[in-house]
Each structure stands twice: as structure tokens, then as C-alpha cells.
């Protein structure tokens, strides 16, 4: 899809609406999330016909997206512990996307997202085997449960952020905080 600079700018507004929107209450009308991207509802309907493609765009929009993060918090750079430390933050930052994901597929992805989602578990898993193999994760859990534990701790901490039960921007510390105390020097 080849949009101009402002198309592609109101497409993504919309899929940021809808994020918000959807990771909050999966029933949120076309309606609701225009009103947020600050757009007409005929405008949603001129990027996505109906609420299903709206649907299945957003989510493979966030597996893309949750992937850039975890890519930018450089894999390879530094520490496994310090790696998988900026990778929670990433998630955390990422939080209306990684929601939605977790809402919306219950994190098993499409087939058409498989690929994208392989590629964001075999980065953290490679962190969480590297951080064994230097020590700084119990080497006696298996990689994958802690790599699970990673992903719940990050979802509740956005969803305790969303029922206001902790500020936004100490979620990622309290969520590290969280999985070094169960895994013992963990991130």
C-alpha cells in the first residue's frame, strides 16, 4: 500500500485509536475510535471497509510494531539482564499494542503474523538463554516459562496501569522488580 505522507499518517492514527480503543473495551464502536483519531467514521471507512479488516490490520500492525520495539532495544547489546530489562520497557512503552495482542488473540497470532510473532519470542528467548548461560537468570527454569512470566508480568502491569492501580511510568520497574525477585537476578 503506497500512501502519500498525510494518507499514511491518518492510517496510523486510526490504528493508534483503535489500540487504545480495542485494548480497552473490544466492543469500542468505529464510531468511538474515530472520535480519538480525531477523524470521521467515513474517513475509517475509506482505509478499512469494515471493522473486521480494521481488526485484522491492527493486529498485524502490532506485531510489526511490537517487533520494531524489541528490535530497538538492541538485542545482542550488552548484558542478556540489561537486553531483556530494555525489552520490558519497550513492551511496556508499546503497552495500548501489546494489550490489544493479548485481547485480541490471546497471544497466539494469525497464521499471516506467525512469522513476526516467531521472530519477537526467538529474540527473547535467545536473551533469556544468554542470561542462564551467564548467570544471571536461574539456569533450573526452563527459558520458554520464563519467557511466559515475562509476558504475563508485562500484561498485568498494563492492565493494573489501566485500572489505575500504578502509574504508567513506573510500570516497567515494578514489572522488573517483579521478575528478578521470581527468577532471581531476572530483569
Not at 490489544?100 to 497466539?108: K, N, R
Request: without cysteine.
Amino acid at each position: 500500500m503506497d500512501l502519500s505522507p498525510q494518507r499514511a499518517r491518518t492510517r496510523q492514527a486510526i490504528l493508534d485509536a483503535a489500540a487504545a480503543q480495542w485494548s480497552r473495551d473490544p466492543t469500542a464502536s468505529l464510531g468511538d475510535i474515530a472520535a480519538v483519531a480525531g477523524v470521521g467514521r467515513a474517513t475509517i471507512h475509506r482505509y478499512f471497509s469494515d471493522r473486521h479488516v480494521l481488526h485484522a490490520a491492527l493486529v498485524s500492525d502490532s506485531w510489526r510494531t511490537l517487533r520494531a520495539v524489541v528490535e530497538d532495544a538492541g538485542p545482542a547489546t550488552g548484558s542478556a539482564l540489561e537486553v531483556i530489562q530494555r525489552i520490558v520497557t519497550a513492551m511496556v512503552h508499546a503497552g495500548d499494542r501489546v494489550r490489544f495482542l493479548f485481547t485480541a488473540t490471546e497471544g497466539t497470532p494469525a497464521e499471516a503474523d506467525a512469522g513476526i510473532a516467531k521472530e519477537v519470542d526467538d529474540i527473547l528467548l535467545a536473551e533469556i538463554d544468554r542470561g542462564q548461560r551467564e548467570g544471571t537468570l536461574d539456569a533450573a527454569v526452563p527459558a520458554r516459562w520464563i519467557e511466559l512470566m515475562i509476558w504475563s508480568a508485562v500484561y498485568t502491569g498494563l492492565q493494573a496501569v489501566s485500572d489505575g492501580l500504578i502509574p504508567r511510568h513506573g510500570a516497567d520497574q515494578l514489572i522488573r522488580r517483579t521478575l528478578r525477585r521470581a527468577f532471581g537476578d531476572a530483569p
